[in-house]
Structures are given as structure tokens and as C-alpha cells.
């Protein structure tokens, strides 16, 4: 082989040399390259999963303090709920669920107590004079209360000489004494006629209780025409207050 001859061999080996360098060296970028195209989704699952976890730590947050607040507002509401099935309504038996109401009260007591032994003067004197009353409760038999009243309201649909006195306004040592009924009447009916229960208690007692009280009594020196006249002052106080007291014009 000629000097020449080697020289070329030679020439294309080196340049065999620098291909397969070059090839490797793509090889690098490329594997490179892939290296970096597999590790951007990497890193972008990553930030994902971050994120995720970011969103679902937001939304059990944000779960938890919606919770809080249906169980603040759901708390009070329960609470007022419960406090007012257990204490109840004044005017109502936490047991049986009946209700007190003047106008039952009045159109019992006006259907089973007539003639001599009417209560009221009217059906709207019963209503204001109800309206004073502490309203008790329907299991009530004996006290100064609606509830009482009611019961005996009731009861006289069989003897009403026995019980429609217990059920009208005075109580009749019933349903609260002569005069502590009344008195107690006159408190809400004509609160300046005494300056107190104590004042109007004494002067009560100087009332004569010999007369029977029913609604006919419109005159006469007794408890029964005071009593009577309380009665229609809870509809008409401005004629009927001066009626009440020991000086009264028409119980004299």
C-alpha cells in the first residue's frame, strides 16, 4: 500500500471518529431532552398533587366551618325549641297539650251559669275580665287562675249553684278568695282606686258578703254590687272605677 493510500485511510477514520462522537453527543441532547420532557410532567404532577392537596385541605376547611356554622345557628334554635316545649305556655298543660282561652272560658261559663247565677253582664265584660286573670293551667281546680275558672265553668253545666260562683269573677273561696279576686281584678281593671293590694285588701273587707254574687247585682251596699261593677270597669273604667270603692255611688 502506497504513503497515500494511508493517508486517506486515515482521513476516513477520523472522520468515522467524529460521527460516532457527534451521534453520541445527540444521543445525550436527546436523551436529555427526554430527561427534561419527562421531568417537567413530573415536576408539574408534583405541583399537582401540592395543589390537590392544597384544594382538598381548602375544601375540608371550608366544610368543617360551614358545619360549625349550621350547628351555631341549628344550637340556639334547638335550645329555644326545647325551653319552650318544657316550660310551655303560660295558658298551656304541658301534659294533655289544652289550651286556656277566654273565649272558651266565657262561652262555657255564659252556657252553663244563666239566670240567677249569670257571672257577667255581657260576653265582652267576661273577655276584659278574663283578661286580668293569671291564666294557671287546665288541671287547675282550686286558685286564683283561668284555669281553675274553667274547670268549674264546666262542672256547673250539672250544678251551677255549686259552681258557677267558683267559676265567675270572685272566685268565691275557690278559685281564689272574695277579695283577693278582686282585688287583683282591680289591680289591672282601676289601678288608682288603691295604692295597693294591702289598701285594697282593708277596704275589701269592709264590704258586706252577705248577698250572694251573681251578674243582677247592680245596686246595693254588699261585695256582690262592687264586685259587679269591677267587673264592667274592666270594660269601662272610666265609668265604672268610682263604682268599686267603699263610697260608691250605686252600693250605697
Not at 18 to 32: F, L, N, P
Request: charged share 10%; hydrophobic share 30%; net charge negative.
Amino acid at each position: 500500500m502506497t504513503s497515500s493510500n494511508y493517508s486517506a485511510l486515515f482521513a476516513a477514520l477520523l472522520a468515522l471518529g467524529a460521527c460516532a462522537k457527534s451521534d453520541e453527543g445527540s444521543t445525550d441532547t436527546d436523551t436529555a431532552g427526554q430527561t427534561t420532557s419527562t421531568t417537567a410532567p413530573a415536576s408539574t404532577g408534583a405541583s399537582t398533587g401540592t395543589d390537590a392537596a392544597t384544594d382538598a385541605s381548602s375544601s375540608e376547611g371550608s366544610t368543617h366551618a360551614s358545619h360549625g356554622g349550621t350547628e351555631a345557628t341549628t344550637a340556639p334554635t334547638t335550645t329555644a325549641t326545647t325551653s319552650a316545649s318544657s316550660t310551655g305556655d303560660a295558658t298551656t298543660d304541658a301534659t294533655t297539650g289544652e289550651a286556656l282561652a277566654c273565649e272558651a272560658y266565657c262561652a262555657t261559663i255564659s252556657a252553663n251559669c244563666t239566670g240567677e247565677h249569670t257571672q257577667y253582664g255581657s260576653a265582652e265584660t267576661c273577655l276584659a275580665t278574663c283578661a286580668t286573670l293569671t291564666p294557671g293551667t287546665p288541671a287547675d281546680t282550686g286558685g286564683n287562675t283561668l284555669g281553675c275558672r274553667t274547670y268549674h265553668a264546666g262542672a256547673a253545666a250539672d250544678m251551677p249553684a255549686v259552681h258557677c260562683t267558683h267559676a265567675g269573677p270572685g272566685g268565691n273561696g275557690v278559685c281564689g278568695g272574695n277579695c283577693e279576686s278582686f282585688c287583683s281584678i282591680a289591680a289591672v281593671a282601676c289601678p288608682d282606686a288603691w295604692p295597693d293590694d294591702a289598701a285594697c285588701q282593708t277596704a275589701c273587707g269592709t264590704f258586706s258578703p252577705d248577698e250572694s254574687y251573681d251578674a243582677t247585682d247592680v245596686g246595693g251596699n254588699s261585695f256582690a254590687c262592687r264586685l259587679y261593677h269591677l267587673t264592667a270597669a274592666a270594660l269601662d273604667p272610666a265609668t265604672h272605677c268610682a263604682h268599686i270603692k267603699g263610697d260608691s255611688a250605686p252600693c250605697m
